[in-house]
């Protein structure tokens, strides 16, 4: 598949097939993962690969009741929660350099490298921001001075999804100034 291809026809999967995941194949999505940037090559991500059924449901305790993954959470075969360690990324010698968390940018850099990675394999994911991340944390164990950024559910989509509508480049892109 062209990168264009999988970057188009990536979606958010939120219903997942009972079919298990072959061997290696997480690994190899987040060998696709570790690749991403990062900030001064510090690579502040880690990645907590859940399996258990009560450890996804116990994080599906910790979301938004509203979020509509829940139930993706809950059936997908494999979980991956993506954490970044706080004081690495936009830090020089023990000091941040700015205001900015970059330890976000760096996980997301790393998420979009695996759910992309995924879709080429024919699986789903769905970015899961909305949650109580000292209570995520805690379901997986995360030490002080790290924190819980997203997670994802992974698994074969049952069905398929259709593109949401996009803006026109001309609502988007601007030269030179706003």
């Given at each position: 598949m062209?990168?264009?291809?999988?970057?188009?026809?990536?979606?958010?999967?939120?219903?997942?097939?009972?079919?298990?995941?072959?061997?290696?194949?997480?690994?190899?999505l987040?060998?696709?993962?570790?690749?991403?940037?990062?900030?001064?090559?510090?690579?502040?991500?880690?990645?907590?690969?859940?399996?258990?059924?009560?450890?996804?449901?116990?994080?599906?305790?910790?979301?938004?009741?509203r979020?509509?993954?829940?139930?993706?959470?809950?059936?997908?075969p494999?979980?991956?929660?993506?954490?970044?360690?706080?004081?690495?990324?936009?830090?020089?010698?023990?000091?941040?350099?700015?205001?900015?968390?970059?330890?976000m940018?760096?996980?997301?850099?790393?998420?979009?490298?695996?759910?992309?990675?995924?879709?080429?394999?024919?699986?789903?994911?769905?970015?899961?921001?909305?949650?109580?991340?000292?209570?995520?944390?805690?379901?997986?164990?995360?030490?002080?001075?790290?924190?819980?950024?997203?997670?994802?559910?992974?698994?074969?989509?049952?069905?398929?999804?259709?593109?949401?509508?996009?803006?026109?480049?001309?609502?988007?892109?601007?030269?030179?100034?706003?």
């Open positions: 062209e990168i264009s291809e999988v970057i188009k026809g990536r979606r958010s999967v939120r219903k997942y097939a009972a079919q298990p995941l072959e061997d290696g194949v997480v690994e190899e987040l060998d696709a993962a570790r690749w991403a940037p990062s900030w001064a090559n510090l690579q502040c991500t880690r990645f907590i690969v859940v399996r258990d059924k009560s450890t996804k449901e116990r994080l599906v305790e910790a979301m938004s009741p979020n509509p993954a829940r139930n993706a959470v809950a059936g997908a494999v979980v991956v929660v993506f954490v970044g360690k706080i004081d690495a990324s936009g830090h020089k010698d023990g000091r941040p350099v700015d205001d900015k968390a970059w330890y940018f760096d996980v997301g850099l790393a998420m979009q490298n695996f759910c992309l990675a995924g879709h080429a394999k024919g699986l789903g994911t769905v970015i899961v921001g909305s949650f109580d991340y000292g209570k995520a944390g805690e379901i997986v164990n995360v030490p002080e001075g790290y924190q819980v950024v997203a997670f994802t559910p992974l698994g074969y989509p049952e069905g398929e999804s259709k593109a949401p509508p996009r803006k026109e480049m001309s609502e988007l892109v601007f030269h030179e100034k706003m």
